[in-house]
């Protein structure tokens, strides 16, 4: 396994924002975390990178606790991710948005990079390169020196997602990546968020509303309710399970998929 | 066979070819490490020589050999402007096949129709997007046996067998050419001038498209008729933007490019052709009106925007580059103050206009495919910019006629190029003889009968020969219009009046049979848009902006504008905002944008009634049809204007 979160606990003053949680990630997969508001999504997402520490539990990648790791660290073993809120400079173009994106990777110091031949020279050629990758790989060419603030929003999401893809991730973590988005957005988006998987065996980890997308990309789902995992599963498995069907409606049940939207 | 002008095939360029792979191969003999194609990809533009072109097109070639293909068979290229799509088109040519561009915007229903009329047994896919409507398709494509993808993005798990990579075909090219040292040259040697070179699947306003069909030697004299009026050097730069399935682009970056040896160049993807225009700076330039339009209102726009130094040099100079570009015209002389005013205006706006609009070094542009308006050709001279119009029709390989530098007449297409003849019927209508017209529609002999009587071509275009020979074309002889009381117009000429301006993007003139002529208008979303956003005049979807009063007053100062000029009778009276944008998905209007007037007169009967009938609004049901092929009806009150007198505002609300 790539990814365990092991029995994570959480709380904010007297609010449990999660209780117990355990998830196991393989490589390649496409895991989605789904539950009501306030189930306590982004706040796993939160205790992956290291923004918060758990209470109780561990993470590891590969072996690795990330648990006492700052979210620098984190990020350099290769845990990128996206915000539900856009967390673009916006005053920047999209290419030095990407590039400051291989932040991490950039190995050259202050004083080499003054200089800028040799070695620095070469890593910025290798860097640009990359970022060029991830540009054609998200069909953005047009919006290379545009400033990023400027874009409609669905491109924001799209260079956001690339900012996250420029340093490289085994695991990516997408916060509501379709959030605000039209159909056709949402499609595309799905549509790139399979792409990074196949094409560079990207693990995913996915928080999002539209259930539709989520029952069509994942390849397994787990749902939260109140801070605690209710089900854990593949997409028909999850559908069908009677936890879910009541988190979501209730005592009336009914087919989860149809009823969210 | 008309007797006059360009002379053999092959004529005096030193060149014995009577193919177009003969003129790829021939050149690339001569200078093999000459540039022949660039293509911008991540950001830089990677080069092909000659002898890395003719590399890959031996390569396909022979991978399309090896798999069967025999002489006469068909191979369709959906693809976007790339060089691996012309490497195709070249390679199957050589092969001894046929080649059939279709267009890549066109929807499954669309691909299939035009790659199962023309029996393909092969298809070149540029990526997931074609080979996805493909797969849809494939239960009405039995013929097809292969489809090989160029770009493999989101390929990876799609079963392969039908599908394959190009790669894999080019791999195996070269292992036939390994094992058959003599074949590329064998096949290429046993190409002939009268083969068919393509198949170009013409839009059609009317009914399904019809393949017509060109040999090599209708494209190759086609090139040299043109290259006998206009000056192209080899080695001189021109940029592929435009869908290879209309033919104008193919007459151009695989006839004339192949025929004179220019560099052609691919832009990385529609949206930066105009970034990379300037960075290559091309020396001949083709494209149709609705380029012209769309760059002419965005020049209008941003200069809207910008400081009010910039808009004062604007008005200032533009009225006298334009005056000057007119007596040029007219060989009228340029005295000498409105010359030094010239002088200052080319230093402050005419020179930097250019260069914006990648023309630093534009020896000419042409226009071509559908009238443009007077009024854009004058200000694209004005700035400096040698724009001119070219006139033909697919059957006859797009160059027909053309304006010489000397002769250039605003409103005519100019005189016949050396070879073609041309006459008007006792009807009006422009007919041509001569040797690129093509050898018949892909099995519809019917039609080519209706197209070809006693060796002319007949256009469909009512035209008129202004007394120095050049050409007027009024319109489609179908669609000149009578009013009730017998005066005669043409819709184009008053659409495009309409379209001049920047905030109109589409308009179709209506009045057959009635007392006086209206027109329904699709506003330009993107610079109404605008427009709205600088008055803070709120708004939430197309059909919401169109309804607003204020865009309504807009576009009658545009009416009243183009109505200024024209007779009496036929100005514009009323008018009408439509809700949605005529869209080729709805088949309201060609991939190539020509409007097809009998579905749109038939969906928007009751506007059309309406006009008559005296009302200020009409509401109306539309269906229109999303991305994904589902469909909804837009139910919508639409304001109608007099021209002359202000009234309401229509609503708008949708419902899947």
Same mark, same amino acid.
């Given at each position: 396994?790539?990814?365990?979160?092991?029995?994570?606990?959480?709380?904010?003053?007297g609010?449990?924002?999660?209780?117990?949680?355990?998830?196991?990630?393989?490589?390649g997969?496409i895991v989605?975390?789904? /539950?009501?508001?306030? =189930?306590?999504k982004? #706040? !796993? %997402?939160? +205790?992956?990178?290291?923004?918060?520490?758990?209470?109780?539990?561990?993470?590891?990648?590969?072996?690795?606790?990330?648990?006492?790791?700052?979210?620098?660290?984190?990020?350099?073993?290769?845990?990128?991710?996206?915000?539900?809120?856009?967390?673009?400079?916006?005053?920047?173009?999209?290419?030095?948005n990407?590039?400051?994106?291989?932040h991490?990777?950039?190995?050259?110091?202050?004083?080499?990079?003054?200089?800028?031949?040799?070695?620095?020279?070469?890593?910025?050629?290798?860097?640009?390169?990359?970022?060029?990758?991830?540009?054609?790989?998200?069909?953005?060419?047009?919006?290379?020196?545009?400033?990023?603030?400027?874009?409609?929003?669905?491109?924001?999401?799209?260079?956001?997602? /690339?900012?996250?893809? =420029?340093?490289?991730? #085994? !695991? %990516?973590? +997408?916060?509501?990546?379709?959030?605000?988005?039209?159909?056709?957005?949402?499609?595309?988006?799905?549509?790139?968020?399979?792409?990074?998987?196949?094409?560079?065996?990207?693990?995913?980890?996915?928080?999002?509303?539209?259930?539709?997308?989520?029952?069509?990309?994942?390849?397994?789902?787990?749902?939260?309710?109140?801070?605690?995992?209710?089900?854990?599963?593949?997409?028909?498995?999850?559908?069908?399970?009677?936890?879910?069907?009541?988190?979501?409606?209730?005592?009336?049940?009914?087919?989860?998929?149809?009823?969210?939207? | 066979?008309?007797?006059?002008?360009?002379?053999?095939?092959?004529?005096?360029?030193?060149?014995?070819?009577?193919?177009?792979?003969?003129?790829?191969v021939?050149?690339?003999?001569?200078?093999?490490?000459?540039?022949?194609?660039?293509?911008?990809?991540?950001?830089?533009w990677?080069?092909?020589?000659?002898?890395?072109?003719?590399?890959?097109?031996?390569?396909?070639?022979?991978?399309?050999?090896?798999?069967?293909?025999?002489?006469?068979?068909?191979?369709?290229?959906?693809?976007?402007?790339?060089?691996?799509?012309?490497?195709?088109?070249?390679?199957?040519?050589?092969?001894?096949?046929?080649?059939?561009?279709?267009?890549?915007?066109?929807?499954?229903?669309?691909?299939?129709?035009?790659?199962?009329?023309?029996?393909?047994?092969?298809?070149?896919?540029?990526?997931?997007?074609?080979?996805?409507?493909?797969?849809?398709?494939?239960?009405?494509?039995p013929?097809?046996?292969?489809?090989f993808?160029?770009?493999?993005?989101?390929?990876?798990?799609?079963?392969?067998?039908?599908?394959?990579?190009?790669?894999?075909?080019?791999?195996?090219?070269?292992?036939?050419?390994?094992?058959?040292?003599?074949?590329?040259?064998?096949?290429?040697?046993?190409?002939?001038?009268?083969?068919?070179?393509?198949?170009?699947?013409?839009?059609?306003?009317?009914?399904?498209?019809?393949?017509?069909?060109?040999?090599?030697?209708?494209?190759?004299?086609?090139?040299?008729?043109?290259?006998?009026?206009?000056?192209?050097?080899?080695?001189?730069?021109?940029?592929?933007?435009?869908?290879?399935?209309?033919?104008?682009?193919?007459?151009?970056?695989?006839?004339?490019?192949?025929?004179?040896?220019?560099?052609?160049?691919?832009?990385?993807?529609?949206?930066?052709?105009?970034?990379?225009?300037?960075?290559?700076?091309?020396?001949?330039?083709?494209?149709?009106?609705r380029?012209?339009?769309?760059?002419?209102?965005?020049?209008?726009?941003?200069?809207?925007?910008?400081?009010?130094?910039?808009?004062?040099?604007?008005?200032?100079?533009?009225?006298?580059?334009?005056?000057?570009?007119?007596?040029?015209?007219?060989?009228?002389?340029?005295?000498?103050?409105?010359?030094?005013?010239?002088?200052?205006?080319?230093?402050?706006?005419?020179?930097?206009?250019?260069?914006?609009?990648?023309?630093?070094?534009?020896?000419?542009?042409?226009?071509?495919?559908?009238?443009?308006?007077?009024?854009?050709?004058?200000f694209?001279?004005?700035?400096?910019?040698?724009?001119?119009?070219?006139?033909?029709?697919?059957?006859n390989?797009?160059?027909?006629?053309?304006?010489?530098?000397?002769?250039?007449?605003?409103?005519?297409?100019?005189?016949?190029?050396?070879?073609?003849?041309?006459?008007?019927?006792?009807?009006?209508?422009?007919?041509?003889?001569?040797?690129t017209?093509?050898?018949?529609?892909?099995?519809?002999?019917?039609?080519?009968r209706?197209?070809?009587?006693?060796?002319?071509?007949?256009?469909?275009?009512?035209?008129?020969?202004?007394?120095?020979?050049?050409?007027?074309?009024?319109?489609?002889?179908?669609?000149?219009?009578?009013?009730?009381?017998?005066?005669?117009?043409?819709?184009?000429?008053?659409?495009?009046?309409?379209?001049?301006?920047?905030?109109?993007?589409?308009?179709?003139?209506?009045?057959?049979?009635?007392?006086?002529?209206?027109?329904?208008?699709?506003?330009?979303?993107?610079?109404?848009?605008?427009?709205?956003?600088?008055?803070?005049?709120?708004?939430?979807?197309?059909?919401?902006?169109?309804?607003?009063?204020?865009?309504?007053?807009?576009?009658?100062?545009e009416?009243?504008?183009?109505?200024?000029?024209?007779?009496?009778p036929?100005?514009?009276?009323?008018?009408?905002?439509?809700?949605?944008?005529?869209?080729?998905?709805?088949?309201?209007?060609?991939?190539t944008?020509?409007?097809?007037?009998?579905?749109?007169?038939?969906?928007?009967?009751?506007?059309?009634?309406?006009?008559?009938?005296?009302?200020?609004?009409?509401?109306?049901?539309?269906?229109?049809?999303?991305?994904?092929?589902?469909?909804?009806?837009?139910?919508?009150?639409?304001?109608?204007?007099?021209?002359?007198?202000?009234?309401?505002?229509?609503?708008?609300?949708?419902?899947?």
């Amino acid at each position: 396994m790539l990814l365990e979160i092991q029995q994570v606990s959480k709380a904010f003053g007297g609010v449990q924002a999660v209780s117990d949680v355990s998830l196991t990630v393989h490589p390649g997969e496409i895991v989605s975390v789904i /539950g009501p508001n306030g =189930a306590g999504k982004t #706040t !796993v %997402l939160n +205790l992956i990178n290291g923004f918060y520490r758990p209470d109780r539990g561990r993470v590891l990648l590969e072996g690795i606790d990330l648990t006492r790791l700052s979210p620098s660290r984190v990020a350099a073993l290769g845990v990128a991710r996206t915000f539900q809120n856009i967390a673009l400079f916006r005053g920047m173009t999209v290419l030095d948005n990407l590039l400051l994106g291989r932040h991490v990777r950039m190995r050259s110091g202050v004083l080499a990079s003054f200089v800028y031949w040799g070695r620095a020279q070469r890593e910025e050629v290798a860097h640009r390169a990359r970022v060029e990758d991830i540009i054609d790989f998200l069909e953005i060419e047009d919006l290379r020196k545009q400033p990023t603030g400027a874009l409609a929003y669905g491109l924001q999401k799209r260079v956001e997602l /690339g900012r996250a893809l =420029a340093l490289e991730p #085994t !695991v %990516l973590l +997408l916060d509501e990546p379709m959030g605000g988005m039209n159909q056709e957005e949402k499609e595309d988006m799905a549509r790139f968020i399979l792409d990074v998987n196949e094409e560079w065996r990207t693990t995913i980890i996915l928080i999002e509303h539209d259930m539709s997308v989520v029952m069509d990309i994942s390849h397994r789902v787990a749902v939260l309710d109140m801070g605690r995992k209710i089900a854990d599963g593949t997409p028909d498995e999850v559908r069908a399970d009677p936890h879910v069907v009541k988190a979501y409606l209730g005592e009336t049940a009914g087919p989860v998929g149809v009823a969210t939207r | 066979m008309s007797a006059t002008g360009v002379g053999p095939v092959a004529g005096p360029s030193g060149l014995r070819a009577d193919t177009l792979p003969k003129f790829v191969v021939e050149r690339t003999r001569a200078n093999p490490r000459r540039p022949a194609m660039r293509e911008r990809e991540k950001g830089i533009w990677r080069e092909y020589t000659r002898g890395d072109v003719l590399d890959r097109v031996g390569a396909i070639a022979l991978g399309l050999a090896a798999l069967g293909l025999k002489r006469g068979d068909k191979v369709a290229v959906i693809s976007g402007n790339r060089p691996e799509a012309v490497w195709t088109i070249y390679a199957t040519q050589v092969a001894g096949g046929v080649p059939v561009p279709v267009y890549q915007d066109a929807i499954a229903k669309e691909v299939q129709f035009v790659v199962d009329h023309s029996e393909a047994r092969f298809v070149l896919a540029e990526d997931q997007e074609q080979v996805d409507k493909l797969l849809e398709a494939r239960g009405g494509l039995p013929r097809v046996e292969r489809v090989f993808f160029d770009d493999p993005k989101g390929l990876r798990h799609y079963a392969r067998g039908w599908l394959e990579p190009l790669t894999d075909l080019m791999a195996r090219g070269r292992e036939a050419a390994r094992r058959f040292p003599g074949l590329f040259d064998e096949l290429v040697a046993a190409g002939r001038s009268d083969d068919v070179a393509l198949i170009s699947y013409t839009s059609g306003t009317t009914g399904l498209p019809k393949g017509a069909m060109l040999t090599h030697a209708n494209m190759i004299i086609g090139a040299r008729q043109f290259l006998e009026r206009e000056r192209v050097d080899e080695g001189d730069e021109l940029v592929s933007s435009l869908p290879l399935a209309w033919l104008g682009e193919t007459a151009w970056s695989i006839a004339l490019a192949g025929v004179r040896g220019l560099v052609v160049n691919f832009p990385e993807k529609p949206e930066t052709v105009l970034p990379n225009l300037r960075e290559i700076g091309p020396h001949v330039v083709l494209a149709p009106p609705r380029i012209w339009e769309n760059s002419h209102s965005e020049i209008l726009v941003r200069i809207e925007d910008s400081t009010w130094l910039k808009r004062w040099i604007f008005r200032h100079f533009m009225p006298i580059g334009e005056e000057v570009a007119r007596r040029k015209m007219e060989g009228r002389p340029i005295p000498r103050s409105l010359r030094l005013r010239w002088l200052i205006g080319e230093l402050l706006l005419y020179a930097p206009l250019r260069d914006q609009r990648g023309a630093r070094r534009m020896r000419y542009a042409f226009t071509g495919g559908a009238p443009l308006a007077p009024e854009i050709i004058l200000f694209y001279r004005g700035i400096g910019v040698n724009l001119k119009q070219i006139y033909g029709q697919t059957e006859n390989c797009a160059f027909c006629c053309g304006q010489s530098d000397d002769a250039v007449k605003l409103g005519t297409v100019g005189r016949p190029y050396p070879g073609v003849e041309l006459r008007l019927t006792d009807e009006g209508e422009i007919v041509t003889r001569g040797r690129t017209v093509f050898a018949g529609y892909y099995k519809n002999p019917e039609a080519t009968r209706g197209a070809v009587r006693d060796g002319w071509l007949h256009s469909g275009d009512a035209g008129l020969l202004d007394p120095d020979g050049h050409l007027v074309v009024v319109d489609r002889l179908k669609d000149v219009t009578r009013l009730a009381d017998g005066t005669t117009l043409a819709p184009q000429f008053l659409e495009n009046k309409l379209k001049f301006s920047p905030y109109i993007r589409e308009a179709m003139v209506v009045g057959q049979g009635r007392p006086f002529v209206a027109a329904m208008i699709n506003i330009d979303m993107a610079n109404v848009g605008k427009w709205a956003e600088r008055r803070n005049l709120p708004y939430t979807t197309y059909a919401d902006l169109a309804q607003k009063p204020e865009v309504y007053d807009l576009v009658l100062r545009e009416v009243e504008r183009a109505n200024r000029d024209l007779p009496e009778p036929t100005r514009i009276r009323r008018y009408l905002l439509l809700p949605k944008e005529l869209d080729p998905d709805d088949e309201e209007i060609t991939r190539t944008r020509k409007l097809r007037r009998g579905v749109i007169a038939e969906r928007y009967a009751p506007f059309i009634d309406a006009f008559y009938d005296g009302r200020t609004e009409v509401g109306v049901a539309t269906r229109i049809t999303y991305e994904d092929g589902r469909t909804a009806t837009i139910h919508a009150t639409v304001a109608i204007r007099a021209v002359g007198e202000a009234t309401g505002s229509g609503s708008v609300s949708a419902r899947a």
